[in-house]
Structure formats: structure tokens, C-alpha cells
């Protein structure tokens, strides 16, 4: 099966695809990290889908799922500049507010420290939303003393 989908537009078709998708979350859920590598290569060279158009893609939000979830930091590292880089828009997107979920459970706390910095000052202008009271909560798991201080802070103050 890998071998079918090494063509790079392969992939990148299946994580587009409803059915598709499901094949690549098994792929990667089943099989060592160290052979995921044409995944990863995949995501990160595609020409008109970036790694923050996948994450707010419908099937390819569960693929940058899996990908934080089963690869290796050093496979992870640049999906995760992407996605930092991106922070506001996927924070405000159904799909992609659960990539950032996935990034505040498996990122380093550098990388919840960008996404609690990148939440401030606008916290409570969205608050009411869902995607944004779900990421908050997993800051307040996931996250370092200081960063939770600063999120409590923040809404206690406004």
C-alpha cells in the first residue's frame, strides 16, 4: 500500500478525500514513524495545499492530527512552524481548532507558549466561541504554570 501512494499528489489526494483519509490516519496510527517520512514530505511540499489548508480542510484537519500525534519530533518540527505561523486563522476554524488542540497535547511548551501568546488580547472577544473555549481548556491541561497564570489573568481581568 505505501508503495501506491509514494507519488506526493497521491497523498495529498487521500488526505483530501473522505474515505481516503481514513486510509492515511491508519497508515500512520499502524506503522513505525521512521516510515512515515513520504507522509510528512508530502504535506509540506504540496504546491497549492499547505500545511495550514490541510489543518482547515474537513479530512485533512484528521491527518495533521495523526501526523502530531504518531510522528517524530524531528518529522513534527516543520508541520509545527507551519501551523504556529498560523495560529489566529486555525484557532478560528472549525477543523483547525482541532489541529492547535493536537499541538497544545503533543507540541513542546515553546509551542503552547506561541499559542497562548498568539490567544492573548483578543481572548474575550471570542470566548463565546466553542473552538476558542476548547483550546483554552487545553492551555489550561496542557499548559505551564505561567501560561495558565496568563490566560486566567487575562479573562479575569476583562
Not at 495560529?87 to 511548551?109: A, K, N, W
Request: one cysteine or more; charged letters at 25%.
Amino acid at each position: 500500500i505505501i508503495e501506491e501512494l509514494t507519488p506526493r499528489s497521491c497523498v495529498i489526494r487521500c488526505i483530501k478525500d473522505q474515505y481516503g483519509c481514513l486510509v492515511m490516519d491508519t497508515i500512520i496510527e499502524l506503522i513505525e514513524p521512521q516510515r512515515l517520512q513520504f507522509v510528512v514530505d508530502a504535506i509540506l511540499s504540496s504546491p497549492s495545499d499547505s500545511v495550514a489548508s490541510l489543518s482547515l480542510h474537513e479530512y485533512g484537519s484528521w491527518v495533521i492530527q495523526h501526523v502530531l500525534e504518531h510522528c517524530t519530533e524531528q518529522q513534527k518540527r516543520p508541520v509545527l512552524k507551519q501551523l504556529l505561523g498560523n495560529v489566529p486563522t486555525l484557532v478560528m476554524d472549525q477543523y483547525g481548532s482541532f489541529v492547535i488542540e493536537r499541538v497544545l497535547e503533543h507540541g513542546r511548551p515553546e509551542d503552547r507558549e506561541r499559542i497562548v501568546r498568539s490567544l492573548q488580547g483578543d481572548i474575550m472577544k471570542h470566548i463565546y466561541r466553542k473552538a476558542i473555549c476548547s483550546i483554552i481548556e487545553k492551555c489550561l491541561i496542557f499548559g505551564t504554570t505561567e501560561q495558565k497564570n496568563a490566560l486566567i489573568d487575562q479573562v479575569c481581568a476583562e
